[in-house]
């Protein structure tokens, strides 16, 4: 009975893989479907609406940043940052390791 099922269900599939090529099964298409595209769509949209319509227009936006204060504040966290390297750092004080085999004369 299971080796029956097995090859009856062989018919009815389409030849190689069933999702690819030429002879692949095709999922239809259902309203939900549609309607998940169309709330995509609108989403989409509603995006590019925003991107279009800045909320502030190029002479607000251009001041904003002085009035808020923030050259002071990055001129401020750029002298307080943190160095990523040492200020009291020379070239015999790196190599200084290689100065192994020289004599004391």
Avoid: C
Avoid at 41 to 69: D, K, V
């Amino acid at each position: 009975m299971r080796i029956f099922q097995a090859l009856f269900r062989r018919k009815h599939l389409p030849n190689g893989h069933i999702y690819r090529g030429k002879n692949r099964i095709v999922k239809e298409v259902t309203i939900d479907d549609l309607q998940k595209l169309k709330t995509l769509f609108e989403i989409e949209e509603q995006n590019m609406f925003y991107l279009r319509h800045a909320f502030l227009t190029p002479e607000q936006s251009s001041g904003h940043g002085r009035a808020l204060g923030k050259n002071e504040a990055n001129f401020i966290k750029t002298k307080t940052k943190q160095k990523p390297f040492y200020d009291n750092v020379t070239i015999e004080s790196r190599l200084a390791h290689l100065r192994v085999n020289e004599g004391w004369e």
